[in-house]
Structures are given as structure tokens and as C-alpha cells.
């Protein structure tokens, strides 16, 4: 094989690559949500994404669990509404995705939970996601805030998508 035909096969692998990526990251922001759910979820990182939780709770009056907030973070800090104080839990546990998913889990199994929204940003769900399809007997619904990156930024983050996807999967 010659370098002018590895190459063109490499960039072709890519592209596909970056053609699913890119589609995941749109798809993500037309998925329907049902009647009833058992939790939200949402993962601290950028901004939105707790508002997006508390707007949530208007249609869905159920707890609500902000993965990865620092330790010293009290729920009055973060959560402006005091009516829904109440419905909030507070995890410490994670500093990244993959942390975010065990904090989730464990969060998830501990209540036996069946159904849960989770709220992140539409770049950053599809990593999430991988994490979170481990978890038995729960249906997860993405809520995907909608973030317009930068072209570098996008190639940052399918490369974090794809680091986390051949590390769980061992091809």
C-alpha cells in the first residue's frame, strides 16, 4: 500500500469518525422524554446546566442529583429556588466524566432507581452516556443544553469521546 493510499484510508476512518460523533451530538437534542421518570440528573461543568435541572422539576416533581459539585458546595449555593432545596442531593464524589458516572450509579442502584433524565451539554452527553449504559435496569433520557464549540474544541471533545469508548470497550 502506498503512503497516498494509507492516508486516504486514514482520513476516510476519521471522517467516519467525526460524521458519528457530530451525530450523536445533534441527535441527542431531539430525544422525547416521557410522562414519568424517576430522578433527574445533572453534572456540574458548564453553565446551564443546574438551571436546566430546576426547569425540569417544574414538569417532573422528583429529586434531583447534581453529580461532581465540589466539597465545600452547599445546596444553597448552587440552587437558587428554596422551594425545591428539599428535592436536591449533593454528589462530592467526581472531578470528571468517568467519576460522574460511578457517582451516578451508585447513586442510581442505592434508591433503585428505573428512570432518569440526565442534563449535560450536547457535547458532552455522548461521553457521559457511555459511562452511564453500564447501569442495570435504567432507562436514561438525555437532555442535551445546546453548546456551539469551536472547531477545535469539537475535535477535543470527539477525541475525549473516543479515548473514553476504546477504553471501556478493550478492542
Known sequence: MSIKHALVYVISIYTVFLAFFAYQVHHFSHCPFPSRIDAIVVVTGQTGRIEAGERLLKEYPCPLFISGVGHQVQITDIVKNPKI???VVLGHFAKNTLENGQEIAQ???QY?????IVVSHNYHLPRLLLYLEKIPNLTIYPYAITAYLSTGRFLIEMHKYYYAFFSIFQF
Open 112 to 116: 433503585h432507581l428505573q428512570s432518569v
Open 85 to 87: 432545596v428539599p428535592l
Open 107 to 109: 447513586w442510581v442502584n
